[in-house]
């Protein structure tokens, strides 16, 4: 996907941040054990009541959803995941007439990750369906799956709910997390398939939808490093998201086609995201490294533009 030297530098710079984030399976294992894919099965036998059906029904799903990211970003193996044929368990009952003002947000997260986590299933059992390399028909399968992800964003009307929600700061960092998601899910999904395809038409970091993606993935994670301007975050961004790729994915185009009408306009962005990290780096000493990668790319990016 990304096969400069600048890439390697922050894949080297994000290992060890990353690492504490890659927590296994241990959590999926016991959801196996409490034998949650059969929640809705007539036979279940619920120790958690009827009154409590639809929370464990939400939690089934929040796990699958971290699982299917996982799979996707840390290429952890399947657990619960590899039998999704044999799963027995609805999505748990919305009720918006009863649902407080408070409840609006985590409600379109739970929905909209939802959605995500049926896409993401698609899209891994596209690769299993498939022998061999991705051909280019398959290939247009995922980028149709990506359109999908990208439509939710307009269908739900994130941007709208971004700006009515700024003077919150729990729904504030829940809907930067939703962006986050969706269009990181995008640029790896890109990433996984093109290692499964002979020929490409052309680099993943010139099509525009992977363009389109790590810029908001950016945009989002700019936003919350000024929300939240702690240590944490970086170890949220760099760690459990791999920001870096997007980052990545930016530099690469610049990198290739620095006369692009939106070459001044990205390399603003690199500049942007590097200068809020840079803020936090006091905090945290080990993203020093990662901080001078930063700044090393978009000198390279400036020299080229000039």
Sequence with gaps: MFTSLEYIMLEACTS???APYRIGSERLKYAIGLDLHNTDSPNYP????????????RG????????????LVYDDPPTMTAQMKQWIVSLPWLESCKRPVSQEVPTIRFIFKSRLTFILAEFFMLLENISGHLESESF????ALC????????????????????EDKLHSWMLADLTIAGYKCIVFMLHKASLTTAELPQEISQLPIAL???RQVL?????????????VTLYYLFG??????????????????????????DLRLLEDFTRDVSTLVVEGESFRPLLAALRTLNSSVYEKLD
């Design 219 to 231: 945009k989002a994670g700019n936003e919350l490093l000024k929300q939240c301007p702690y240590a």
């Design 140 to 143: 247009t399968q995922v980028l």
């Design 46 to 57: 619920s120790g958690f009541g009827q009154d409590n059906i639809d929370e464990v029904r």
């Design 60 to 71: 089934f799903w929040e796990l699958m959803h971290y699982e299917f990211f996982h799979r």
């Design 240 to 265: 459990t998201y791999q920001v870096d790729a997007a980052y990545a994915c930016l530099v690469s185009s610049l990198m290739r086609l620095p006369e692009s009408h939106t070459a001044r306009a």
């Design 212 to 214: 389109n993606a790590s």
């Design 16 to 18: 060890a941040v990353s």
């Design 147 to 166: 359109q999908q992800i990208y439509d939710l964003y307009k269908d739900w009307d994130i941007d709208t709910w971004k700006t009515s929600s700024k």
